[in-house]
């Protein structure tokens, strides 16, 4: 079958929904063909335009048939914008199909029968975190996201999903982007919505000039943003202004954050993965108990933890645990709270290191902690809480888990994504009694 732009197009059946929010359907070959912006049931007419891994990603020209689930897009930049890919589809079908993502990764992992709290969403205008794409043309800055799978930047006018004082900032990044020197033609400004105010990190490829210090340190005291920072490609960050320090409150602690530093995308988001990982605390735990945190950040579960037990934190960005360590002098948990800087990827803990530890709660990044799970199975400790945002590695480490004795007890989807494919959640594994020896499983 012919496939490109000008390819014939046919009548296609919705079969259901891939990893990626787009529909999924078959080509005459048996081949996979995904078209965005469609639902399970619909028919549609169909052009397969390209190839994509093993399958085919194609547009759909018309709804033949429409899903009685099908909404009306409530952004104007829905269908250009990559930000948001499922506008088109009611709530209730987004939480269904998010559900059974969750399922079936555990079932995948050998997890049957998996009794699935109900989800969590997070609503419109929640979203404290954005990264901004920045193109300079013809005079002007076009600021926005790019498209799905293109270069193309979707200059945006509003955001549904950002935080209201990100989205009041967009007109004055366009007029002060033009007349900074340092951006020559692509740039990307990270912005974060902190309890002090707005915090922005551009990212470029070029030193700024004594005007651009000046351009900011201007802007920023014009708008009240307490920072701006500069970051090159080589990955060095410089402040270019700063009115008064940045933090972020985190279970009652003030912590610095570092420019473009990672947080949890909405604090209704964080809210909720936060009493998920409580809920699975073993029920006897005691204030002198050990709580092991991996890949701790600058605090957003350690905080809550050291309210319940002692947490001995672990995190590979330096800043992250000197904020950390801030936090926690500063509400008097410095005692409670232990950070310790290291690269879990590469230096996962040993299961020696887990001696005595009552619970290990753990919040890897996208690609999942499989070495550091097969160490957690070989280990004593019988109580794994689990943080992910990535249904596919959870459903992988959790086989690890399961071949090791461990049992699911708990599993809770959220979506702070809104009208996104992603999903995060909290699993609570158990396992009734610590093993006597147990090998390091084989990679």
Known sequence: MTIGPDAPTFTARIQGIGADGDGLSRMADGRSLFLPFTLPGESVEARPVMRRGQGVAGIAETILEPSPERAEPPCPHFGTCGGCTLQHWQDAGIAHWKTGALVQALKHAGYDDTVIAPIRTTGPGNRRRVDLAIRKQAGIAIIGFHQVRADAIVAIETCLVADPAIVAILPALRRLVPRLQAIHRDASCAINALD??????????????????????????????????????????????????????LSGAPVPVAPGGFLQ????????????????????????????????GCGTLTFALARHARVIAYEGDGYAVTALQKGSSEVGLHGPITAHKRDLMRQPLLPNEFKDAAVVVLDPPFGGALPQIEAIAASTVTRVIYVSCNPQALARDAAVLRAAGFAL???????????????????????????????????
């Open 409 to 443: 007890i708990s599993a809770a989807p959220i979506d702070q994504f809104l009208w996104s494919s992603r999903l995060e959640s909290v699993t609570v594994f158990t396992r009734a009694a610590p093993p006597r020896a147990r090998a390091r499983p084989p990679r």
């Open 196 to 249: 002090s105010g707005l915090d922005l990190l551009f990212r470029v490829d070029a030193d700024l000039t004594a005007g651009d210090r000046r351009l900011l340190a201007a802007f920023a005291a014009e708008h009240d943003i307490p920072r701006i920072a500069w970051a090159l490609k080589d990955g060095t960050v410089e402040i270019a202004a700063q009115l008064s320090p940045v933090r972020i409150m």
């Open 265 to 296: 995308a909405t604090p209704d988001g964080e809210a909720a993965i936060i009493a998920a990982v409580l809920a699975g605390l073993p029920e006897k735990l005691k204030p002198r108990d050990r709580i092991i945190e991996l890949h701790a």
